[in-house]
């Protein structure tokens, strides 16, 4: 799995030239805690006006869409920075909520499958997510499984 979104694919979703953005390629680490930062603070202030991070939404979007294995590797990256049941909750409700709906991602089950068992924390955030008119359908019955499997994490505040 990828570690950076190339550089052409940010500007093409921001509608800017690349020379317009910094050097190299974007890190997921780094959408990972920008995206994180919108979703907390977004979420803290109900805000009337746009927040600077929104842009990392509209990328993660298109990640989703157009590249899942990049928006699976921004979750996981995400996960592994929360340190707040609250922002669990974002999470599960938002980004991982809007990738596990999406028609790519049961070709990604193995994947998802490997990476609950290597991270019970992303285990635990599958079981706070809802299926879209899809529940019954052996996808959504191994995401419900692997959920139901996982303990709460004991290292989140909150």
């Known amino acids: ?13 921001l509608g800017v030239a690349p020379e317009a953005l910094p050097p190299g390629d974007l890190p997921v680490g780094r959408l990972a805690a920008r995206l994180l930062t919108f ?11 746009p927040h600077p991070e929104a842009w990392t939404f509209a990328l993660y979007g298109t990640l989703v869409s157009d590249h899942p294995e990049l928006a699976l590797a921004t979750l ?16 599960a409700s938002g980004p991982l909520d809007e990738f596990l709906n999406a028609g790519s991602a049961p070709a990604l089950l193995p994947r998802i ?5 290597a991270s019970p924390r992303f ?9 879209e008119g899809s529940a019954g359908t052996p996808f959504w019955k191994a995401i419900r499984a692997l959920g139901a499997a ?3 994490p004991d290292d989140l505040e909150g």
């Open 113 to 117: 499958e490997a990476a609950a068992q």
């Open 39 to 49: 979703l907390s603070e977004s979420f803290a202030s109900e805000g009337a006006s």
């Open 150 to 152: 996982a303990p709460e």
């Open 1 to 13: 799995m990828s570690s950076v979104i190339p550089r052409t694919l940010v500007a093409t979703v």
């Open 76 to 91: 996981l990256e995400m996960t592994a920075q929360i340190t707040r049941f609250e922002e669990a909750e974002l999470i």
């Open 123 to 131: 285990a635990f955030l599958l079981s706070g997510v809802s299926p």
